[in-house]
Each structure stands twice: as C-alpha cells, then as structure tokens.
C-alpha cells in the first residue's frame, strides 16, 4: 500500500529545486551549483548546498521528487533525482505562476525569469501574465498618497516592476 505524501507548498527555494530536476539536473550538488554566487541563479538567490539539500529533501518527502543510488565517476556513491509525475506539474504549475506579492518580486520573479531560459517569448508571456496579477495591487498603492517612508518605498517598488 502506497504511503502517503506531505503537501508541500512550493516557495522559491522548493520550487526552483524541482524545475531543475524537472529538467534534467540529477544531483544535489548540481542543484546546488545554480544557486551558487556565479550559477545560473545565484546572483538572484544565493544558497549554500545545506539548504538546496534540505529542500530536496522536502520535495522528496512531498513525493514529487525520487532518489536512487547510483555511482559516480570515481566509484563514490551519489543519489540521482529524478521528478515524480507529480513533480513535473507541481514544476510546471509553479513556472506558469506569477507572483502575487509585490515584496516577493525580487526573489521569485527574477528567478522563473532566469529559469525560462532566453526564450523572449516565453519571458514576454510570463510578464505580461505578471502585469495583469501586478496592475490592481500597483494602483492600490500608487493611490496612496501617505508619506512615510514604508509607503514611499512600496510606490516606488511598484513603479519599478510595472517599468519592468
């Protein structure tokens, strides 16, 4: 009888791990490797290999992605990933996702960013979809005309990722 899995709400750490398994990267350390100062996400996310390992782990234990054993190319034992059916969707319904926070812009949408690659029809897809989500919370608070310095820095991260 099948166990059963944990939900698991994917943030971006979790979310950009099983795109990258998704798509072919099959160990941890080479997950880890994108999240690195100079990977392919790195200067968006910074991460150390502990915290891609623990949310590996977490997509593991979530079932959408799987491990076995294998052997590296000099006899030592490596885990090779792969995602679960279900990971695949959880990867492709997450990519397809825009934000939904302003404050969660930097993170999250600069990496889906990075993650379509330099398709300029997918990343021209993906904005316009993020400006539609983006457009009645940038009006909400580009109609507030407080002058604190909160409010202040909310209008202009608006105006920013409306320019964008």
Same mark, same amino acid.
């Given at each position: 009888m099948p166990?059963?899995?944990?939900?698991?709400?994917?943030?971006?750490?979790?979310?950009?791990c099983v795109v990258l398994v998704h798509r072919g990267v099959g160990h941890g350390y080479d997950v880890a490797r994108h999240f690195a100062p100079d990977g392919s996400l790195g200067a968006v996310l910074t991460l150390s290999r502990p915290v891609v390992y623990?949310? $590996?782990? #977490?997509? +593991? %234990?979530? @079932?959408? $992605?799987? #491990?076995? +054993? %294998?052997? @590296?190319a000099r006899g030592q034992l490596k885990w090779e990933l792969t995602c679960t059916e279900r990971g695949t969707t959880a990867a492709e319904n997450w990519m397809n996702s825009p934000v939904i926070h302003l404050r969660d812009m930097r993170p999250e949408?600069?990496?889906?960013?990075?993650l379509l690659g330099e398709s300029e029809k997918l990343r021209a897809q993906f904005v316009r979809?993020?400006?539609?989500?983006?457009?009645?919370?940038?009006?909400t608070l580009l109609a507030n005309r407080a002058t604190?310095?909160?409010?202040?820095?909310?209008r202009e991260q608006a105006r920013a990722a409306m320019r964008f």
């Open positions: 166990r059963s899995r944990a939900s698991l709400e994917l943030d971006v750490i979790t979310g950009a623990r949310a $590996v782990k #977490s997509l +593991e %234990s979530a @079932g959408l $992605v799987e #491990s076995v +054993e %294998s052997v @590296g949408f600069l990496v889906k960013f990075l979809r993020q400006r539609v989500v983006l457009e009645p919370i940038i009006s604190d310095a909160i409010s202040l820095w909310r």
